[in-house]
């Protein structure tokens, strides 16, 4: 009886087509819609395997409860980055979040950070702890405020809504962030980024008026 019949061709394509539709589910681009508040939960564990990436897991002793929520997963979005975070954002004082940007910096992810002038000087705010590590920060001299609140990563996916990255908003408003991959909708986010980067630039900044020389 000759080996590889029609049983086994049938079969063959049958594995293919199934092997091909898994593939097609793992393609499909992320979009993920998160409500807050979120109930306090512990995030050690996140952040400790983003330390040491296959580590032993750590037993943490607070008594916060573990799992789900949308705070880990928007954690767990953001810990993803492999190559680069461009973070735009009127209120920066989550110390999760936080750690975890000051987690990519040593990994070797780059991280460049565009806030507002007025919120970054406030009690709380990570924005001086992460320039300090290394990080690089620029902010407005507007009369405005610099309100977006938006995040990229690796340059592909998007993190966008409501939510300051501030304990109180996080656990107490209600707030919507939005996490997709889909260029249409990243690459004006980025040339917004690019755009207020440059526009920041150190060297544009004007400390006195031209009356004051």
């Known amino acids: 009886m000759r080996a590889g019949g029609p049983g086994a061709l049938l079969a063959l394509a049958l594995g293919l087509a199934l092997a091909l539709a898994a593939w097609r589910r793992r393609r499909r681009p992320l979009r993920e819609v998160l409500f807050f508040p979120s109930r306090p939960s512990c ?3 996140l952040l400790a395997e983003a330390a040491e990436p296959g580590g032993e897991p750590r037993p943490c002793p607070c008594p916060l409860p ?4 949308p705070f880990s997963r928007l954690l767990r979005r953001l810990l993803s980055a492999r190559r680069s975070v461009d973070i735009c ?4 004082s989550s110390p999760q979040l936080g750690r975890a940007v000051q987690l990519l910096h040593r990994r070797g992810v780059r991280v460049r950070i565009v806030t507002d002038a007025q919120y970054m000087g406030l009690r709380g705010s990570q924005i001086g702890l992460l320039r300090r590590t290394g990080i690089q920060v620029r902010h407005d001299q507007e009369g405005g405020y610099m309100h977006h609140k938006f995040a990229i990563v690796d340059g592909r996916t998007l993190i966008t809504g409501s939510l300051n990255w501030t304990t109180h ?3 107490n408003n209600r707030e919507n962030v939005l996490v997709l991959e889909d260029a249409e909708y990243v ?3 980025l040339e917004e980024f690019e755009r207020i980067w440059e526009e920041y630039n150190p060297s544009n900044y004007t400390f006195f008026s031209k009356d004051d020389k």
């Not at 954002?89 to 920066?92: D, E, H, S, T, V």
């Open 43 to 45: 995030t050690e564990a």
């Open 66 to 69: 573990r799992g789900d929520s």
């Open 89 to 92: 954002l009127f209120a920066f």
């Open 169 to 171: 908003a996080i656990q």
């Open 187 to 189: 690459k004006p986010f």
